[in-house]
């Protein structure tokens, strides 16, 4: 197995076991994946959970800013390759491979695999039908839209669509 692969792996094995101790009571519309924004690390850092609610606050291309969401969980976190080597040891390995292959943001590359392989049908909480799991590295829409369509579903992206929140 390709040293990304083992990365991938193990952060989307973090992060499902983050997302099942959150306590959500209200649908959710959007589950996102960050790090502190200018940091290079593979391992997720914040995860954040919009509401309904709170998408019904803003204007449609701020609804994708996850700082301003109702559920947030990093405190305390720390980068897994602080804290193990082989995780670290992979990391470094698959930015190496990541660069042979000319990809240029290993960390958007890593957080995009682990949304689009999160299914929303193990999400321990109530969601809407236009629910969706996605990468928000940095405070550029352009990126967030393209990670969106990334991750989501064709149906959810749909439906987003239709409400003109794809903007």
């Excluded at 980068?79 to 943001?105: K, P, V, W």
């Excluded at 957080?111 to 405070?139: C, G, K, S």
Aim: net charge negative; charged share 25%; with cysteine.
């Amino acid at each position: 197995m390709a040293a990304v692969d083992i990365v991938i792996e193990r952060v989307l094995q973090r992060v499902k076991e983050r997302v099942a101790t959150l306590t959500v009571a209200e649908p959710a519309f959007a589950l996102s994946l960050s790090a502190t924004p200018w940091t290079d690390r593979l391992d997720v850092q914040t995860i954040a959970v919009g509401l309904e609610r709170d998408k019904e606050q803003w204007e449609p291309g701020d609804c994708w800013l996850p700082h301003d969401y109702s559920v947030q969980n990093s405190f305390g976190w720390k980068d897994l390759a602080e804290i193990d080597a082989d995780f670290a040891s992979a990391c470094a390995q698959a930015r190496n491979e990541l660069d042979a292959r000319g990809i240029e943001d290993p960390q958007r590359y890593v957080y995009n695999r682990v949304a689009a392989r999160l299914d929303p049908a193990l999400m321990p909480f109530p969601m809407t039908e236009d629910f969706v799991v996605y990468t928000f590295i940095q405070p550029d829409i352009v990126d967030t839209m393209e990670n969106l369509q990334f991750s989501a579903s064709p149906q959810a992206l749909a439906i987003l669509e239709r409400k003109g929140l794809l903007r």
